[in-house]
């Protein structure tokens, strides 16, 4: 008689040893990931933490908002010449990571009115403004996503443009972050880099706050970005449209 017992045993040590070579994989991939980054003293505006010879700064709390909504933005960053840029079309998936309040969201929401606008942010409070915003809009084809320090929680090929504005000099984890960017960018899709230029000693914006291009390039290229073209047309930031390598 054939033992049942002898015959399932090798079949539940695949099922269990599976998993863990799973995680052990993944560890490793974790641990990989860690190792580009350097730790050590920097600026007070920073975190301590090095990517590629640059030091990432603090994430600006909620606290802030006011200054995102300020008055004299249009003025400061001409807005509007950022949304032509864009070339955005109706049908357009866009997603704005680091929405904050929503300063540029609501203004592509009726550019792309036949497409989606994901506003994805990490604070809970950015989140409720950005919801309050859209329940007095009426604005139908705003989603509002709940990211994280590594991931921006869309899905695989789900959006046509990446727009990124003062943000991504403050991921705490930008390797990650840039994969799950990359992932969720179609095959033919733009990310929108807008960074406070940091070669212009001019801009009235702290030194860790601001991006060069070379800067911006390198890192994008470890992301498997390359630059399309650098659209030097706004006052203070750098408007640099990558696409897939």
Not at 70 to 89: C, D, F, G, Q
Not at 111 to 124: M, N, S, T, W
Request: proline share 4%.
């Amino acid at each position: 008689m054939v033992n049942l017992r002898n015959m399932l045993r090798p079949l539940v040590l695949l099922l269990v040893t599976l998993p863990l070579y799973q995680c052990i994989g993944q560890a490793n991939e974790s641990k990989k990931a860690e190792e580009n980054y350097t730790f050590k003293t920097g600026d007070p505006n920073g975190i301590g933490k090095w990517y590629m010879g640059r030091e990432i700064a603090h994430v600006m709390g909620f606290q802030g908002m006011g200054w995102l909504e300020r008055s004299n933005r249009e003025e400061e960053e001409n807005t509007s010449k950022l949304l032509l840029n864009m070339a955005i079309e109706p049908g357009d998936t866009i997603a704005d990571i680091g929405a904050g309040s929503g300063y540029h969201v609501f203004k592509m929401a009726p550019l792309a009115k036949e497409g989606l606008i994901y506003a994805v942010d990490i604070q809970d409070e950015m989140l409720a403004a950005l919801r309050k915003k859209k329940e007095d809009a009426a604005n139908e084809n705003i989603a509002l996503v709940k990211g994280s320090e590594k991931s921006i929680n869309l899905p695989k090929n789900s959006v046509d443009k990446v727009l990124m504005v003062d943000v991504y000099h403050e991921f705490n984890y930008p390797i990650a972050m840039m994969a799950s960017v990359t992932n969720a960018l179609r095959p033919d899709g733009k990310l929108f880099l807008i960074e406070y230029r940091g070669e212009d000693s001019s801009v009235p914006i702290k030194q860790l706050h601001k991006m060069t291009e070379s800067q911006a390039v390198k890192e994008m290229n470890a992301a498997g970005m390359k630059l399309e073209r650098n659209i030097d047309n706004l006052p203070w930031q750098h408007c640099l449209v990558f696409v897939k390598n």
